[in-house]
Every structure is written in C-alpha cells, then in structure tokens.
C-alpha cells in the first residue's frame, strides 16, 4: 500500500472514525489463509526468518516483537540474504527445513548483471505463485472505496527466466519462456483460491492477440483449467484494458490471473488503489515452501532512523499465521494493526502522522492486550 520508496506517501490524511470494528473484522478475514499446510503440528512452528537490506532488520524487529506479544508459537531461526551472500546453502537448508520463511526487502542493483535476489529465491523454492490481495484499509481516504481484489502473479518463468543474451554489439535478446505447466498451475491455484474464499469470478489477463503462440499457450490453459470450475464466472481481458479498467473502476474485478510481468506491474497498480506497497501483503506459494514477504524497496534513506513503516510485512505475517492454520492468531494482530490505523493517533511519516516505528509498534501491541 505504499511506493517503492517508503517516505513517498500515497495515503491522503486520515479521514474520520466511520468504519466500525466489524467492518475491521470483515476486512482481515480478506487476507484468509492461502492455503492450511501445516495444520495439525505440535508445539511450536519453526519459520526462516530473512530481515532483508535497508529498513528491513528494524521492520523486521519491530513484526517479531508483536508476534510474540500476541503469543503466536513460531520460534525464528535468522538467515541472511544479501548481494553479498547470495541465496547461500545456509538459507536453502533452512527454507528447505522449515517450509516457512518470512521476508523483508532485498536490495538489486539495477542493470548492473546481479541476480534479483528475489527472483533467485522463488526459482530455488519452486515458488509459483505470488498471492497479492489488495484491499481498502478503513480510516484512510484514497481515490477509491472498498477495493477488495486478489492478483495472482505466475511467479516462474515468463520475461523474468532469465534468458537473456547479446546477440552483437547494440543489440540485446530476451527470451520469454511459458509453458503449459506453469501456466496450468497458477490458473488452478486461482481457481481453487476463489472458490475456497468465496470469490465470484476469475480474470485471465493476456496479450494473446500480439504475443500469440506464449500468451495463448497462457490463456488457452485458463480455458482448460475454468472448464473444470463452472460455478465460478471466467472472463479475458486483454493487459492494456484490463489496466484501463482497473484504474477506472476495480470494483468490477475480483481474482486476476497474469503470467509474471503483467502480473508484476498490475499488482503494484492495485496497491496503489488502496494506498501502495507500504501496507500491501505479499505471498508468494510453491508446492512444498512458502515465503511471505514485503514488496516494498529496502528505503536506505530512512534506514536506522526508526522511521519506517512495518505494516505491509506484518500483514504478510498475518498472511503467514494463516497460512500455518493460526487464524485466531492472524486475526488478532490483524485486527489491531488495522485499529491502530484507523484510529490515526501514532501513524509513520508514511502514513501522515509523526510516529516512530517504536511508537507504531507499540501502539498495536497495546491492542494485543
């Protein structure tokens, strides 16, 4: 919910208390679980924790601290993922061990040859979908009311694998690779999703019309895979519309399938609607591993100064309790971060108020209690 940078503000000033405490309840149920994978598992769950760069160990800090104030049982066992250190065997046998792990922001030189650490973490995982709700937070005045959508991103392949060379001097290639798998996988996983939270319709997004042999491979496996949901309504748009729409009227959509790079830009499009990344939970799904994340940059501006904003990773935490089966747990520290802004009393520059982020934090433990 907030830009990439997280002391550029897209919120407007907190309007007045009009959202009740229910409509606060019905907002978290939004962010449900993605799926109950480890329901059922005795004693405490151990998750991978990665802090990221930046801001990312003081947002970091400031979500494990509530977590166990609101008395979640998930012990962390701290790796660290840098431009340094890579996606090194340490991280890979944790992640592997733990099937779990929280995330804050990576920094990536741009166009300077390094691997987005990102990328090299959902290719090492199998992470084939990434999960991004956006949904309105009651007490904040945006251009748009009640916006509750989920974007479902290929997170595999498609301009992101990596496929790129120089053919002679001047002149760049880079390879789009789709595959009927993939692409069958991530519009199963959004079918399954919409019909297990209730969703009505499912939007396949494409530029099969151009792109017609990868982006119809892409849309003709939607196809395959809504024939087998038929309780469920299945429309296509074509990306530059659907992006037309979105910005004219994103009451009308509900779950939007996209293969990777529409997937990356729509979903940040639809953060903005509700306030931008600042405040937009992320997970991203593999078949066995999971990583929940926030997708805001890693701020090096503002980073020591106890100035950041750890609400968009918090919720993806809230994502991740849900996840693991945890709801009542989920529920309570979502219901308080959503009070705590709602109330507009100790918000982040970010925000608009004049709070620290020990002053935000503490605020929402207070509702824990």
């Excluded at 990312?56 to 998930?74: R, T």
């Excluded at 729409?245 to 959509?253: A, E, G, K, S, V």
């Excluded at 306030?275 to 990583?291: F, H, Q, R, W």
């Amino acid at each position: 919910f907030e830009s990439k940078m997280l002391g550029k503000s897209f919120f407007c000033s907190p309007r007045s208390s009009q959202s009740s405490n229910s409509h606060i309840n019905s907002i978290s149920k939004r962010w449900a679980s993605t799926q109950q994978s480890v329901v059922g598992r005795s004693g405490p769950v151990r998750a991978t924790l990665i802090p990221g760069d930046g801001i990312g160990p003081e947002i970091s800090d400031a979500v494990v601290k509530i977590i166990k104030e609101a008395g979640v049982p998930i012990e962390w066992e701290t790796v660290v993922v840098s431009p340094e250190t890579g996606v090194s065997r340490e991280v890979i046998e944790s992640v592997d061990k733990n099937l779990i792990a929280l995330k804050g922001p990576l920094a990536t030189p741009i166009g300077k040859g390094h691997t987005s650490l990102n990328l090299a973490l959902r290719k090492q995982f199998n992470l084939y979908v990434n999960v991004r709700p956006s949904v309105s937070i009651p007490g904040f005045k945006t251009l748009y009311d009640d916006v509750d959508l989920v974007v479902m991103r290929e997170n595999t392949e498609g301009e992101y694998s990596g496929i790129e060379f120089s053919v002679v001097p001047g002149l760049a290639e880079s390879v789009k690779l789709i595959t009927r798998e993939a692409s069958t996988r991530v519009a199963d996983y959004a079918f399954k999703y919409a019909t297990r939270h209730k969703r009505k319709k499912v939007t396949a997004v494409h530029k099969a019309n151009i792109m017609r042999l990868s982006d119809g491979m892409f849309i003709d496996s939607c196809r395959q895979v809504a024939d087998r949901w038929p309780s469920l309504k299945y429309e296509e748009l074509i990306i530059d519309n659907a992006i037309m729409r979105l910005t004219m009227n994103p009451h009308q959509f509900d779950v939007l399938v996209l293969p990777n790079l529409y997937g990356d830009i729509v979903s940040d499009l639809c953060a903005g609607l509700i306030g931008g990344l600042g405040l937009t939970p992320s997970a991203n799904i593999g078949e066995k591993a999971a990583i929940f994340e926030a997708v805001h940059g890693t701020a090096p501006d503002i980073a020591g100064q106890n100035k950041a904003n750890p609400t968009a990773l918090l919720l993806s935490a809230c994502m991740m309790i849900n996840h693991l089966g945890m709801h009542e747990h989920g529920a309570k520290i979502q219901n308080a971060v959503l009070e705590t802004i709602r109330e507009g009393k100790t918000l982040t520059g970010d925000l608009g108020g004049k709070s620290t982020t020990s002053d935000f934090t503490a605020a929402i433990i207070s509702k824990l209690r």
